[in-house]
């Protein structure tokens, strides 16, 4: 038997496939149909202190290789979310509260409540790209670790942190510097690849309305980005955090890439929007079947293996 549970920070997964936070978990109805499906966790959209209608419409754009979007955070509020998370622990599956803010005095006042609403882990977004005149806080090391060093005291559940693409090893290593430093218990990456552009040459016209069309761009694309941040965290603690691998996973041999790559589980934003839930369920039997031809019984025999030339 092929198993595809997996561990991260103590809690366990039954699969490790999971929504990416915005993808179908804005509403309460979107957060028990993640409940009743084949994902192996409930995460919700990053949440903000105040509801949010987000940016203006059309404000994502699927194409043949993937997707931008510019949402700009649109969610019930923190309280909102706070409340329902009890009743999601009812699935038998991980709860995961993703937390945003717009400022950084936002943060602490979102974890507090909502770790006392026991989720079983807790990601701190410091990757949203679309919010117009707030710049990326994962940019910015300095800004990153007063969040963290805040956030930090007042999470008792595992604490993780969705981090955006980094481009340069530099990156890596300040970053990797700042998380060793205040015991993340796990990580997240990568968050859209921020600020791209779609144009459609027949309308000659940009696709999304926010930003004058610039946008986070996710989906098939973006898997060779998503990898090397994975592997790159993975080398960087040696494995000693375990990493959810996000970005361009479309079907079960990219899933397996994240794996060999370091990732412990996987998220799926893009594919999820289009397709749907029935997604989870084929990406389950896809990456079973990979992992039975390659003769793995679970993903921790090929956890972060992949041969370097
Ligand atoms: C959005 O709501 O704009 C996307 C959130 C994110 O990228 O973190």
Same mark, same amino acid.
């Given at each position: 038997?092929?198993?595809?549970?997996?561990?991260?920070?103590?809690?366990?997964?039954?699969?490790?496939?999971?929504?990416?936070?915005?993808?179908?978990?804005?509403?309460?109805?979107?957060?028990?149909?993640?409940?009743?499906?084949?994902?192996?966790?409930?995460?919700?959209?990053?949440?903000?202190?105040?509801?949010?209608?987000?940016?203006?419409?059309?404000?994502?754009?699927?194409?043949?290789?993937?997707?931008?979007?510019?949402?700009?955070?649109?969610?019930?509020?923190?309280?909102?979310?706070?409340?329902?998370?009890?009743?999601?622990?009812?699935?038998?599956?991980?709860? !995961?509260? =993703? @937390?945003?803010?717009?400022?950084?005095? $936002?943060?602490?006042?979102? %974890?507090? *409540? &909502?770790?006392?609403?026991?989720?079983?882990?807790?990601?701190?977004?410091?990757?949203?790209?679309?919010?117009?005149?707030?710049?990326?806080?994962?940019?910015?090391?300095?800004?990153?670790?007063?969040?963290?060093?805040?956030?930090?005291?007042?999470?008792?559940?595992?604490?993780?942190?969705?981090?955006?693409?980094?481009?340069?090893?530099?990156?890596?290593?300040?970053?990797?510097?700042?998380?060793?430093?205040?015991?993340?218990?796990?990580?997240?990456? !990568?968050? =859209? @690849?921020?600020?791209?552009?779609?144009? $459609?040459?027949?309308?000659? %016209?940009? *696709? &999304?309305?926010?930003?004058?069309?610039?946008?986070?761009?996710?989906?098939?694309?973006?898997?060779?980005?998503?990898?090397?941040?994975?592997?790159?965290?993975?080398?960087?603690?040696?494995?000693?955090?375990?990493?959810?691998?996000?970005?361009?996973?479309?079907?079960?041999?990219?899933?397996?890439?994240?794996?060999?790559?370091?990732?412990?589980?996987?998220?799926?934003?893009?594919?999820?929007?289009?397709?749907?839930?029935?997604?989870?369920?084929?990406?389950?039997?896809?990456?079973?079947?990979?992992?039975?031809?390659?003769?793995?019984?679970?993903?921790?025999?090929?956890?972060?293996?992949?041969?370097?030339?």
């Amino acid at each position: 038997m092929t198993d595809l549970s997996t561990t991260i920070a103590g809690v366990r997964f039954p699969s490790c496939f999971m929504n990416a936070a915005g993808a179908l978990c804005v509403t309460r109805e979107e957060l028990v149909a993640l409940g009743q499906s084949g994902s192996g966790a409930i995460v919700t959209k990053s949440m903000t202190v105040e509801p949010r209608q987000g940016n203006p419409e059309p404000r994502y754009y699927g194409f043949p290789g993937g997707s931008i979007n510019s949402m700009g955070l649109p969610n019930l509020g923190y309280k909102a979310y706070a409340e329902l998370i009890p009743d999601l622990k009812r699935f038998g599956k991980p709860v !995961i509260a =993703s @937390v945003a803010g717009l400022c950084e005095d $936002d943060f602490p006042i979102i %974890a507090a *409540v &909502i770790n006392a609403a026991q989720p079983d882990l807790i990601e701190v977004n410091l990757s949203c790209p679309n919010i117009p005149g707030k710049p990326q806080i994962g940019y910015d090391p300095e800004t990153s670790e007063r969040v963290i060093k805040r956030v930090r005291s007042l999470i008792t559940v595992p604490m993780g942190l969705k981090l955006p693409p980094y481009f340069d090893p530099a990156h890596h290593e300040v970053m990797g510097k700042v998380i060793g430093r205040h015991g993340v218990d796990f990580l997240n990456m !990568i968050n =859209s @690849v921020g600020n791209g552009l779609v144009v $459609d040459p027949e309308r000659e %016209a940009v *696709v &999304i309305k926010p930003k004058g069309g610039f946008g986070g761009l996710g989906g098939r694309i973006i898997k060779p980005v998503a990898l090397a941040n994975v592997r790159a965290f993975y080398k960087l603690f040696q494995g000693k955090i375990p990493i959810i691998g996000t970005g361009g996973v479309v079907d079960g041999m990219d899933a397996f890439e994240h794996v060999l790559c370091g990732a412990s589980a996987v998220q799926i934003g893009t594919v999820l929007v289009e397709e749907g839930l029935g997604s989870f369920d084929r990406l389950n039997n896809e990456l079973t079947a990979v992992l039975a031809r390659k003769g793995y019984r679970s993903l921790a025999e090929c956890l972060g293996t992949v041969r370097e030339l």
